[in-house]
Nanobody
Framework: VQLQASGGELVQAGDSLRLSCVYS????????VNWFRQAPGKEREFVGG????????YYADSVKGRFTISRDTAENTFYLQINNLNPADTDVYYC????????WGQGTQVTVSS
């Protein structure tokens, strides 16, 4: 199983960004897809996830209303749309697929300037 995250970049406060995670080796319906983020010296923080059925999506309270997870099964990709970015969103963002095991992407850096 391989996951490749991308889309992180330097943006300004108020901008929007869409992160992508391309996966292979695991069927989308066999795993829950999640996004996490981590700042230097801090624990990895859960941001949001989407159940394998695709019917339920859930988010951390801190990002509700600004973050949206979606998927494109034809492209073997899932996304994290982030709106109204602020400097507190500066982190490395990781995609994750959780089935019988945990599988992680390599992380993509999002930096928000004020």
């Amino acid at each position: 199983v391989q996951l490749q995250a991308s889309g992180g970049e330097l943006v300004q406060a108020g901008d929007s960004l869409r992160l992508s995670c391309v996966y292979s080796g695991l069927a989308f319906t066999s795993a829950t897809v999640n996004w996490f983020r981590q700042a230097p010296g801090k624990e990895r923080e859960f941001v949001g996830g989407r159940h394998r059925s695709g019917s339920t999506t859930y988010y951390a309270d801190s990002v509700k209303g600004r973050f949206t997870i979606s998927r494109d099964t034809a492209e073997n990709t899932f996304y994290l749309q982030i709106n109204n970015l602020n400097p507190a969103d500066t982190d490395v963002y990781y995609c994750n697929m959780r089935g019988r095991n945990d599988h992680w992407g390599q992380g993509t850096q999002v930096t928000v300037s004020s």
